[in-house]
């Protein structure tokens, strides 16, 4: 919950300098949350797939 709730801040505060600041500061407040977003996609579907394949592996090379 504590990661959520620091998510939902950081991307208040980001969209907040999306309306404030200058248009320097807005491509890298969209640049950071797409990087946040990118991330969060990519991790949560790397890791169970590498698990995957790594028990698999295991499975396949125990029977011999």
Known sequence: MKTLGSL???INN???????????FQG???SL???EAAS????????????FLEKRWEHQHSKA
Not at 40 to 46: A, C
């Open 8 to 10: 939902t801040a950081f």
């Open 14 to 24: 980001q969209l907040g300098c999306l309306h404030e600041c200058g248009p320097i």
């Open 28 to 30: 890298l407040a969209i």
């Open 33 to 35: 949350m797409a990087g």
């Open 40 to 51: 969060l996609l990519f991790s949560r579907m790397t890791v169970p797939v590498l698990y």
